[in-house]
């Protein structure tokens, strides 16, 4: 006789409906994040989590803890010496641009910036 268990888990609601993430949950979530090469956006639509309640968490975490490194925006990538169709890049706020030469470069970063504070984060 074989006996199957279903692990349950009740989820707490606020006063609107909204799911409540416990705090380690949520800290186990962002540390999975830091360790991964995903863009927030991509993250968030993996994880079934709100873009903007994903970054911010992000953006409470860096505020209790001003003294770690800032998390850099851009992420190591590898690209086919001869992609014909440039590379495509992902900003902050979900922000799509593609990338087709190289004098391209600082008008994608400072937009980059531009959006990271917008973001909050």
């Not at 888990?9 to 606020?14: A, E, P, R, S």
């Amino acid at each position: 006789m074989t006996s199957t268990h279903a692990v349950t888990k009740i989820l707490k609601t606020d006063t609107q409906g909204r799911i409540r993430t416990p705090a380690q949950d949520r800290e186990a979530l962002l540390a999975l994040y830091d360790q991964g090469a995903m863009s927030g956006a991509a993250f968030a639509r993996t994880y079934g989590l709100r873009y903007s309640t994903f970054m911010g968490w992000i953006r409470k975490r860096r505020l209790r803890s001003p003294a770690d490194p800032p998390v850099s925006l851009f992420r190591e990538v590898v690209v086919a010496p001869s992609s014909p169709t440039g590379l495509m890049v992902e900003l902050p706020l979900g922000v799509r641009v593609r990338l087709e030469h190289a004098d391209q470069i600082p008008v994608i970063a400072a937009l980059s910036r531009q959006l990271h504070e917008a973001s909050g984060c």
